[in-house]
């Protein structure tokens, strides 16, 4: 059981997204990373009273949040559960061909960092999972433990731009020698 969260999600660079979409009603935004849905709500207060949202998220959780919050929306906002990089399936699937206003707030959200079984904190003790989306099966821990030295250092220079990476990459080969990795502070 998740224990209720003790914070208020901001979302980021609202009023400058706001500004850059041009909301107006009538129109169809696209928000490719709903999240907790704060920059949609606002999207749809601007779009006022006929501009539609199609929220995209691959996280079960997260989504149900999200849902709650704009449930007061109606029809205005769908929901969908999806990876954002079928976009063009999606959009085809809900009939839509064009869309007025795109938005990808990438990465992940204070939501994953704060849930106590997620394996996004290195504050919170839980196993190392860190999947967005839960019907997929890697896991971080089967990534950090299978992965070959060369594929960690290739994934640590690659996304996180680690000046480090190599280095990195030994240690983390040479640690799980002796002991698997299965937690955030193992
Ligand atoms: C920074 S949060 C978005 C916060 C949101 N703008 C708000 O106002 O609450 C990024 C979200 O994108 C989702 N996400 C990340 N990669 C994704 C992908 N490839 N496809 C769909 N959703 C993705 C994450 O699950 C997370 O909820």
């Known amino acids: 059981m998740e224990k ?50 199609i929220g995209i998220d691959q996280d079960e959780q997260i989504l149900q949040v999200a849902a709650a919050r704009l449930s007061k929306f109606g029809p205005r906002f769908q929901l969908v559960r999806d990876n954002f990089k079928n976009i063009k399936t999606i959009l085809s699937e809900l009939q839509i ?14 939501f994953h960092f704060q849930s106590q079984n997620r394996g996004f904190s290195f504050q919170i003790d839980a196993p190392l999972d860190m999947r967005l989306d839960q019907r997929t099966h890697l896991t971080a821990a089967q990534v950090i433990n299978k992965s070959t030295e060369s594929e960690i250092g290739n994934i640590l220079h690659h996304f996180g731009q680690e000046t480090w990476s190599r280095k990195i990459a030994r240690s983390i080969c040479n640690y799980r020698k002796k002991k698997e990795f299965k937690r955030p502070n193992n």
């Not at 914070?7 to 696209?30: A, F, M, R, W």
């Not at 061909?97 to 204070?110: A, E, I, N, Q």
Request: aromatic share 4%; hydrophobic share 30%; glycine share 10%.
């Open 4 to 53: 209720e969260r003790s914070y208020t999600h901001q979302p980021v660079l609202l009023e400058e997204i706001i500004d850059y979409l041009n909301c107006s009603s009538g129109k169809i935004y696209l928000d490719c990373t709903l999240g907790e849905g704060g920059h949609t709500e606002r999207i749809l207060e601007e779009s006022a009273p006929l501009g539609k949202v």
């Open 97 to 110: 061909t064009k869309v007025d206003g795109c938005l990808m707030d990438l990465g992940v959200s204070s």
